[in-house]
């Protein structure tokens, strides 16, 4: 028997882990051009970012898939 989380990519990432991968990876400029939203547009931070995710979930959604898709 699987456990439920066996076929979860993101399964024991945190927020934290996502956000900094993509921007070690693309940058917050690319990352800003990817997913438009203000977090990451101006005045970056890892802070303010990972507020705003935790409340969007549509953000967090994009911000998510975009992780998937880079390091698959």
Not at 32 to 45: G, L, R
Request: aromatic share 10%; with cysteine; hydrophobic share 40%.
């Amino acid at each position: 028997m699987t456990s439920p989380h066996a076929h979860d990519p993101l399964h024991g990432v945190t927020l934290a882990v996502i956000l900094n991968r993509l921007v070690e990876h693309y940058g917050w400029e690319a990352l800003a051009e990817q997913i438009p939203v203000n977090c990451f547009k101006s005045d970056p931070s890892e802070k303010s970012s990972l507020k705003f995710l935790r409340k969007t979930q549509w953000a967090r959604d994009k911000v998510e898939a975009l992780y998937i898709s880079t390091f698959p």
